[in-house]
Structures are given as C-alpha cells and as structure tokens.
C-alpha cells in the first residue's frame, strides 16, 4: 500500500484532472450542478435554490460551466445539464452516496 501511495505522489497530474480538481474547487460549481440535476432552472430559481450565491458570483460560474460544455442555456427555460453535466452529476450522486456513510464520529479534528 506503501508503495502504491508513492507512486501516486510521483505520478505527474493529467491535464483533464488538473481542469476537473480546478473545476470542483470553484466554489458554487458544483452546487450548481447538484441544483440542476431536477431539470432546467432560470437564474431566479438556481440563486434561490443556492442559498446565498452572489447574482455576480452566480453569474461567472454558470458562464464557467457554460465554457466547460457542463451546463446549457435553453432560451426560456433557463439553464440545463449537458450531456457532460449529467455525467458530472453520476460522479456527485456517487458522493452524495458516500457522503451518507459518514457519521460525526468518524470524521478526525485537526
């Protein structure tokens, strides 16, 4: 196991991994994409839906995930999953999975 881990470390970052790691650390990203997994939403829903997400903020990231082919703009509806977005949503639900077996007992304090 040991020796797995150092190969890891010295495994140079693909490029497709390095855009998926910064994609997922913008924040409000990928709450988009979770939001939008129930079908299209216009602006006004994805903020009210998103909590407390800057119009300005909100903004720049559904042009991000537009540039990225993650989520499309339908005239009159609003915004939708691409085909790439549905496929980052199986990766989230994945998560959201997982994310059920934590318990507060598990998780270790810094």
């Not at 140079?12 to 990928?30: E, F, I, K, V």
């Not at 496929?87 to 810094?110: H, I």
Request: glycine content about 8%.
């Amino acid at each position: 196991m040991a020796q797995r881990i150092q190969n890891l470390r010295r495994a140079p970052t693909s490029d497709s991994m390095a855009r998926a790691l910064d994609l997922s650390g913008r924040r409000w990203a990928l709450r988009i994409v979770w939001e939008l997994r129930v079908g299209p939403l216009n602006f006004r829903a994805l903020r009210s839906a998103c909590g407390d997400i800057s119009p300005s903020v909100l903004q720049s990231r559904l042009h991000e995930l537009r540039n990225d082919q993650i989520i499309e703009k339908i005239p009159g509806l609003g915004y939708r999953l691409s085909t790439g977005g549905e496929k980052l949503f199986q990766v989230l639900a994945q998560l959201d999975k997982w994310s059920g077996t934590l318990s507060d007992g598990s998780r270790r304090s810094k």
